[in-house]
């Protein structure tokens, strides 16, 4: 009488009280030793099935284990302790069947319960396999030209990308110039390549800047100049590079080179007080009073704080009407 | 209680007809009723004269007894007093309905009695036992009782119920589709996908399973209790009270008598179209139109294609479920091998031609759609009382069909074994206390589809008491929710921490209780009793009316040759002879009724015969005067 309520149950014949069981002691060996294992095993387990056996196969085994322990195969027996073991285990199997027969649950469940040696065995399939499509991607690059050249691109572009993380410019900026020069229809190689350029320059400019400074205080002002006029070939956008050129130009008696350069300076940076004290200076050595006036007004009205300024104008100003 | 072979029946208890079948030499076979029918119409009534009737009888005194007549009792049986359904029935059914004690389930008034309906419902599985008992010539006490796959937890216990009402251990309450996917199934070595499509006289339920190895593994069921053939005839009813209100402008609902005989009448058009295009509705003198004026007729046509528009909602309807359970499956209408066309309504074209068009393929159907579920009812209690499984032998595993579940903070709920789960199965939860020194949890429930828990069926209330004082949280209770076979609930609980199991207290919310279910048994062992003295008079009529029959027979020459020598005439013998005829009959099959009747005729002719026999001056013999008794 399985399933009935317990109000049913005392009316049948109680074989808890007799202790006799209408079951093979081949059959109760079996039954309590697969519920004292249940704890431990998979579903591929309490199926009977290997791992990894396909739904078809689950599903055959669930159908075997629900004809031996589906509580109604055993009606009319009395089975006494056996009929809870006998309803677990039935539910442990439907459990297995739930996940098993499922082709979605039962490839999740299989990764999950992959045993040891297969997962080594996995884990190498998956190296070699990796290796393979390498070397497959380039016996193709090595046909076919264009192939190739897209490979590259994308190569140079994942270098760059890199030295671009890690604060290389000068390294992205080859790298990813020479992809833009690959493929001049590549937005992303030809955006990073000026972006990347532009870093660079800036990177360089200020190396060449630090290297005029320690020139210049080592009475060098040749090579002062010089270094100077590369750092604003480097970062043209940049005045100071302007200002300290002009400046060292001007110290080497070079006025009408230090004005160009003061120039330029103003013009990058018109709102940079400065630059306009630079050309104050520049045509100040020049003779070029008036014009030297005007810019060394326009730095004060930029910045009255400059005193230098103020002296030097005031000096202009009594010798213009002077 | 019962020995091992004794037979064991299989019942279909429908809400229009029911049947019962046994497996006999190897075969499901339906029992004949005692007046030889194959269905027992599941009608109760209680007749003028305060007998109790069941099955034909009481059908066919439904028309001048619409009050004490009633029928289509399981669609109220584990129904909660207050339900949209039960209102429902209350508006259309001609026999009245009140609230159990508890004011939670329904009760039928019958004459002066209120009945609960597995009460009701019991008198017609007593009907079909005692048929079966009358067909195997000893006594019947297992059964496998169908139910609709549909059915909730309330409504099965209450089947259960009744099955022990009218003296049966129910070896199994079965699902309806999986009882009739056995019987089509039996003796067969199928491999395939099956959908069961039943729709019945209350119900609709659609399952599917796969057949393989003689296992019949549910995957999903649907359906619906409150759709079958009482829906469609409803629809005719209204229509024809609606045309007939328009032009006398009175409602033939409104009178009892009248809505019987409409009842009957689509009952009966509703059938005929099934294999005609048109059926003619005659109810003549249908509605008394007041005095001094002439009753008033119906006279009209229905035609199939009205039939068809009247009830296309309804169609509709059993399709769209059958679409949501097979998505439940995973299983796409092409996927499916064979549809079987289970229930009467089947029968109606519409429905086949719905079928074909949603499966693509022409639905299969037994010779009796209506019989089947009683067979494979029979073919379950067969194998759940063999006592060694062989070979042949066959396993369901069935499903439950409604979600099972709490409810939890909030009004929510929360599901803890999930419809189409195969069953038996329990699913275990914890509880923890929310209040320091808490003694006690309160548990509610249910079953049922929705995230609401108020829309869906409570179960009952599941009260743990006596639980140890300790700070909030630091108890934790487990909570064991075990579904049977019979797709019937049952829970338990432990403390986890102790180990103690908790005592449970269920307040049943719908059906009998436990003490109410007693007493009911207790009358009823009363009535058996009575029975049991009854048998003894027949007994004792037995003994008296032989000795009496023997004693005329010994007297009969002598009373012929007096007759014969007055030359009056053999008349008295004749009839003395036909008298002795029935008197036979009725001592060899212990017919009380007719051996009552027949006592009195008995010893009048007796004296008639002891008389004659004496001498020849005795009146003209006036021995056999009556009818045939009995």
């Not at chain 1, 090595?142 to 290389?168: D, F, I, N, S, Y």
């Not at chain 2, 599985?125 to 169908?146: H, K, M, N, P, Q």
């Not at chain 2, 251990?169 to 003796?187: D, F, K, Q």
């Not at chain 2, 002719?605 to 009556?626: P, V, Y």
Request: hydrophobic share 40%; net charge neutral.
């Amino acid at each position: 009488m399985p399933g009935a309520p317990p109000t049913q149950r005392s009316s049948v014949s109680s074989p808890q009280a007799t202790g006799e069981v209408d079951l093979t002691a081949e059959e109760q060996r079996t039954l309590r030793e697969l519920d004292a294992r249940l704890p431990g095993l998979t579903h591929w387990d309490v199926l009977g099935i290997s791992w990894n056996a396909p739904v078809d196969a689950a599903r055959a085994a669930y159908l075997d284990r629900a004809r031996e322990l589906h509580p109604d195969r055993h009606a009319g027996r009395r089975l006494g302790p056996f009929l809870p073991i006998l309803e677990r285990l039935f539910r442990a199997a439907t459990a297995a069947r739930e996940v098993l027969c499922d082709e979605g649950r039962r490839a999740t469940y299989a990764r999950e319960t992959a045993p040891p040696d297969e997962l080594s065995r996995a884990e190498s399939v998956r190296r070699s396999e990796a290796a393979r499509s390498a070397e497959r991607r380039a016996r193709l690059a090595r046909a076919t030209p264009l192939v190739a050249r897209a490979t590259r691109v994308q190569e140079l572009l994942r270098r760059g990308k890199e030295a671009m993380a890690e604060g290389r410019f000068g390294q992205a900026s080859a790298d990813l110039l020479t992809a833009a020069g690959l493929d001049p229809h590549h937005a992303e190689a030809g955006a990073l390549a000026s972006e990347a350029k532009r870093r660079a320059g800036g990177e360089r400019a200020r190396d060449r800047h630090q290297e005029g400074l320690r020139a210049e205080a080592a009475g060098q002002g040749a090579a002062a100049l010089e270094l100077y006029r590369e750092a604003l070939a480097a970062d043209p956008a940049n005045p100071r590079h302007a200002i300290a050129a002009a400046r060292a130009a001007l110290g080497l008696g070079q006025h009408a080179e230090a004005t160009e350069l003061a120039r330029a300076a103003v013009a990058q940076a018109p709102g940079f007080a400065r630059a306009h004290e630079a050309l104050g200076e520049a045509l100040t050595a020049e003779g070029r009073t008036k014009e030297a006036l005007r810019a060394l007004e326009r730095a004060l009205e930029l910045d009255p704080a400059l005193k230098g300024v103020r002296a030097l104008a005031r000096k202009l100003r009594w010798s213009f009407l002077g | 209680m019962s020995d091992l072979d004794e037979p064991v029946i299989g019942i279909d208890l429908g809400t229009t007809n029911s049947a019962v079948a046994a497996v006999l030499d190897g075969a499901p076979r339906i029992i004949p009723s005692r007046t030889g029918q194959a269905l027992t119409p599941s009608v109760v009534a209680l007749a003028r004269n305060g007998k109790q009737l069941v099955g034909h009888i009481a059908k066919r005194q439904a028309l001048t007894n619409p009050e004490g007549t009633v029928f289509a009792a399981k669609r109220l049986i584990g129904r909660r007093w207050g339900s949209r359904e039960v209102e429902d029935a209350r508006s259309v059914l001609p026999y009245s309905l009140v609230a159990g004690p508890q004011g939670q389930d329904v009760r039928v008034r019958l004459g002066d009695r209120t009945l609960s309906v597995p009460e009701i419902s019991a008198l017609v599985l007593a009907e079909l036992r005692a048929d079966a008992e009358v067909f195997f010539g000893r006594s019947v006490s297992r059964a496998v009782i169908t139910v609709p796959a549909y059915f909730n937890d309330g409504q099965r216990q209450a089947t259960k119920d009744a099955g022990r009402i009218a003296g049966l251990e129910v070896l199994r309450i079965l699902n309806e589709p999986t009882s009739a996917a056995l019987a089509h199934g039996y003796g067969k070595t199928l491999e395939k996908r099956v959908v069961v499509f039943d729709l019945g006289g209350g119900t609709f339920d659609v399952s599917v399973l796969d057949v393989a190895k003689g296992v019949y593994d549910v995957v999903a069921v649907g359906g619906d209790t409150y759709l079958g053939g009482e829906d469609f005839d409803r629809r005719v009813i209204d229509f024809l009270s609606e045309a007939f209100a328009a032009e006398h402008g009175l409602d033939p609902r409104a009178e009892p008598m009248a809505l019987q005989r409409l009842r009957d009448a689509a009952e009966a058009a509703r059938c005929a179209l099934s294999s005609v295009n048109e059926a003619a509705i005659h109810l003549p003198f249908l509605v008394n139109a007041g005095a001094g004026r002439p009753a008033l007729h119906l006279e009209t046509i229905l035609t199939r294609s009205k039939l068809e528009e009247l009830t296309r909602d309804l169609v509709d309807r059993c399709l769209e479920t059958t679409a949501r359970t097979l998505r439940d499956a995973n299983v796409k209408p092409a996927q499916v091998d064979e549809v079987l066309l289970v229930g009467g309504m089947t029968r109606m074209p519409r429905v086949g031609a719905a079928v074909r068009a949603f499966f693509g393929r022409e639905g299969s159907r037994g010779v009796h759609p209506e019989e089947v579920v009683a067979l494979g009812a029979a073919v379950q209690a067969s194998a759940l009382t063999s006592p060694r499984p062989t070979e042949r032998e066959l396993l369901l595993l069935d499903v439950t069909p409604h979600n099972l579940g709490i409810m939890v903070v909030g009004g929510w709920f929360q599901t803890i074994i999930p419809r189409n789960t195969t069953v038996p199965t329990s699913q275990t939860h914890v509880f923890t206390t929310s209040r320091d020194d808490q003694a006690s949890v309160r548990i509610a429930v249910l079953q049922g589809g929705s995230d609401k828990a108020s829309e869906n069926e409570p179960l009952g209330e599941f009260v743990l008491k006596g639980i140890r004082k300790a700070a909030r949280g630091a108890v934790e209770v487990e909570v064991t929710f075990e579904i049977s076979a019979d797709g019937i609930v049952a829970v338990s609980a432990r403390d986890l921490a102790s180990g103690q199991r908790q005592s449970i207290q269920v307040t049943a919310t719908s059906g009998l209780g436990e003490e109410e279910l007693r007493q009911i048994l207790d009358e009823r062992a009363g009535d058996l009793l009575a029975a049991r003295q009854a048998s003894a008079e027949v007994e004792r009529r037995r003994s008296a009316s032989g000795v009496t029959a023997a004693e005329i027979e010994q007297l009969l020459p002598a009373m012929a040759l007096k007759l014969e020598r007055a030359g009056i005439g053999d008349d008295a013998v004749v009839q003395a002879r036909a008298l002795l005829g029935r008197a036979r009959s009725a001592i060899e099959v212990g017919d009380g009724a007719a051996l009552a009747s027949l006592e009195e005729r008995l010893e009048r002719t007796l004296q008639l015969a002891r008389g004659l026999a004496g001498s020849i001056d005795g009146g003209d013999g006036g021995g056999g005067d009556g009818r045939g008794g009995g």
